[in-house]
């Protein structure tokens, strides 16, 4: 499974726009990338999910580079709710036939000032 | 249509004592995964059950063991605690186990003594 790095720390102010980047380097070909979303004392939460280019929903954006090995996702107008942990992941999808675990890395913390 | 559910929400334990720790999953779903998070870290993988089995494991030893039941509800049961032990025990439960169907739980705060 590919190894993701992202930055530990990122503070915001309300309003703005957060762009968290995370780097793959080794990205297998049928992977996909996934970014989940946790509250303190909370489990995890699904954001997005792409493949390639840019997928929009109504939470956030992801953007992919040609060569995949990095992804951005971006939060638009952040709210003081948006203090989270950010992780991203990446591997096969359910519909590929996947059986595999989630791998989680130590995530990036996002602080949203008023 | 109620979410994933654990229980108990708290618990603490002395070292050497044994833990139970209960999930229910979302309606629907049908493969339950169990995950360590210790403080400032992500979630660890301990195991995936299917089908009332064990799918797959993570890195953690034996005394870590689990159990599906019929109606897909699981335990985690942890023998012989450490101090290393104690964590938020998170339950994820989906249909299939690919990276987006997978439904976390609130968890289960344990602190071993």
């Known amino acids: 499974l590919a190894k993701t790095t992202q930055p530990i720390s990122m503070d915001s102010y309300e309003g703005q726009e957060v762009n968290i980047t995370c780097s793959h380097n080794n990205i297998a070909t049928n992977d996909y990338i996934t970014w989940y979303q946790q509250f303190p004392s909370q489990g995890p939460r699904f954001i997005i999910q792409?493949?390639?280019t840019k997928v929009t929903n109504e939470v956030a954006s992801l953007f992919i580079p040609a060569d995949r090995k990095s992804s951005t996702l971006s939060l638009p107008r952040v709210s003081l709710s948006d203090t989270a942990v950010y992780y991203c992941l990446v591997g096969l999808p359910s519909w590929s036939g996947n059986t595999g675990k989630l791998i989680f890395g130590q995530g990036t913390t996002l602080q949203v000032k008023p | 249509d109620a979410g994933v559910t654990q229980s108990p929400t708290h618990l603490i334990k002395t070292r050497g004592q044994q833990v139970t720790l209960r999930c229910s999953p979302k309606s629907g779903h049908d493969t339950v995964s169990w995950y360590q998070q210790a403080l400032g870290q992500g979630p660890q993988f301990i195991f995936q059950y299917y089908e009332e089995e064990e799918r797959q494991r993570g890195n953690f030893p034996d005394r870590f063991s689990g159990h599906q039941f019929p109606n897909y509800s699981s335990e985690l049961n942890v023998n012989a605690l450490l101090l290393g032990d104690s964590a938020l025990y998170l339950c994820?439960?989906?249909?299939?186990?690919?990276?987006?169907?997978?439904?976390f739980g609130p968890g289960t705060r344990l602190l071993v003594l």
């Open positions: 792409g493949y390639k």
């Open positions: 994820a439960s989906s249909l299939g186990s690919g990276q987006e169907t997978q439904y």
